[in-house]
């Protein structure tokens, strides 16, 4: 996700699942440690990104075909049914945040889909316009007018309360053209990582490779610890800080659907499976498993701050562009804050720390 820092004029880039009993991994304490260092990768491959991302992808599938029932039938029914698929859509993206590394980074996948805060201004001029509203043009867009938070903007409206006999026909334009665009970055990132694509995946099964940029196994595992890191920074230290200090709900990340709360669990909800080794339902060895195999102690505590950071949202009661003004929820926020913050010292410390240390090769 990409946030600009309007007050600048700049920008900034910030950067519980089932367990299927046929597919565990070998949890054995007698596994030797080379031996989980190499199946950790090959399952967040084939366990966790590819997953992931195929996830995502599907599900931007269906919110683009209920996009199109929309623009056919313009009705209640149909408003809430793409509004669910934004929410499904969007919290397997936000989970997938929690590994924000490879194509999604190097191709600007990440900015040209979730860049926000939006302007209210700028998207009531391209509503205002006449100008064309298709794929093309929306392409030619600066990012914050691409992508989840524009389409958010259209299905709830400013205030939250759309009704579908609102819609104009700019606006259904709008959608669709950004559904379209949207759908397309969505296969571009499924893509990027499979041998029939870009075969990401295979830069971290053979690191040391003649011109790969991981030069050793502990390069791979650097990355998917500054990926969990980064999106504890990201929500403790941005997401959540900026307007929360700036008492501004026009900053908050998913303002007008009201999903901000849970857009930043789920971010910590991801960052979580990646280091327990659970996605989607997929199981595989987990970071846990190497930390436990030489520090139990640190494993405990890692495990324990992650919980204390999911379930401190419990706490925020108010969607988190109003929970910024009232005094009470703002003390959960700040609590919330806290413990993000406190997950993610041990994680850019301790943990990384820990992978310099047991994986030299």
Known sequence: MKYIKSALLGIVVIGAVSCSKSDKPDTNPTTDFNTLKTSFITDFVSKTAIPGYNDLQTKAGTFADKVTILKATPNETNLAAAKLAWQNMRSTWEQCEGFLFGPVEDDDLDP?????????????????????????????LTFSLRGYHPIEYILWGADGKRKAADLTAREIDYIVALTTDLKNICDKLATSWIPSGGNYANKLLTPGAAGNVYKKKQDVFIAVVDGMSDICDEVGGGKMKEPFDLKDGTKVESPFSGNSITDFKNNLIGAYNVYTGNFLGNKGVGLDQLVSAKNAALNKTITEKFQAAIASFDAITLPYEKAILDNGQRVQAQNTMNAINALQVVLSGDLKDFVVKNITD
Not at 125 to 130: D, H, K, P, R
Request: zero cysteines; glycine letters at 10%; hydrophobic letters at 30%.
């Open 112 to 140: 040209t889909m979730d860049t926000w805060p939006v302007d209210q201004n700028e998207l009531d001029s391209v509503l205002t316009g006449t100008g064309k509203l298709g794929v093309e043009e929306i392409q030619q």
